[in-house]
């Protein structure tokens, strides 16, 4: 199969962005995945994410596909826009099961394997090498048509493809987003996650007096996005064309989540990435912006 010949069926499934990168993955990658300061929720060592996070023997390929999720803002929203459509994890399978279903058709003596925010596998450096976009300093990946609002899903296989070329295009680096993050996490070169907003919003259990001023910034409780609005790559960047992703719940009420059992809470919410951490972190972090907001005034 030629690289054209998969970016026509890619397109054939609505898929808008795929490429190949070869496998392994060269070990320069180190340079984009060393940091002062490992997230907890990133698993495992270096080498696990460049060699060893795959069930498949010899692998030849990982086949890199884009998945766009960018809405336009309608009203008051307290979610991340990443949330705002169904779980990225179980959409993103979805088609990517469907685009193995017809390789293995052709192809069925090769073996393929699905991952999508699932595996230490660094999928940001696999989406670089396969001509996806580039690193912004906001630690995003930046695609040059939908900008940094694309969640990653990679098919690993021994299926041996021409790897693509990796753009040439770079971030501008006009420090936009180092200057308005609320925690100040955005180091140019790495994210402190520490103060990240977006994961203390994810953060179990009791906060620091900082870190709820750091929460209480913007009316997010879950995730945070405005490193990505004031990001000059996401000007004027598309709809998602995904239906899935267009299903949007914006807001969450509070008054609900309150009055709901977790077996409801899972029952109605269960299929929305941002209900993992449960009912109480999100009630707490709502309580924090009320809280801030009333003392700002």
Known sequence: MTNLELEELAIQLNIPAVGVASWPLPMEASLHLDTPYPCPFTNGSIEERLQGSTTIASPKSAIVCLFPYYMPREGVTNLARYCWGDDYHV???????????????????????????????????MAYLAGLGFYGWNQTFINPTWGSYTVIGTIMTTLELSPSVPLAQSCLQCGACLRACPGKALQGDHLDY??????????????????????GKTPLIFGCDVCQEVCPHNRDIPMTPIPEFQQVTSYIEMEELEGMTNKEFK????HKAWAWRGKKVLLRNAEIVRKEKHEGK
Not at 106 to 115: K, V
Not at 195 to 213: A, D, I, V
Not at 267 to 270: H, I, Q
């Open 194 to 215: 520490r103060t990240c907003k977006s994961y203390l919003t994810q953060c179990k259990g009791e906060l620091s007096e900082e870190e709820e001023r750091i929460i």
């Open 91 to 125: 959409v993103v399978r979805q088609y990517l099961e469907r685009l193995v279903d017809i390789l293995r058709e052709r192809y069925p003596d090769e073996i393929y394997e699905i991952h999508c925010d699932t595996s230490p596998l660094a999928d940001r450096y």
């Open 267 to 270: 029952a109605k919410y269960g």
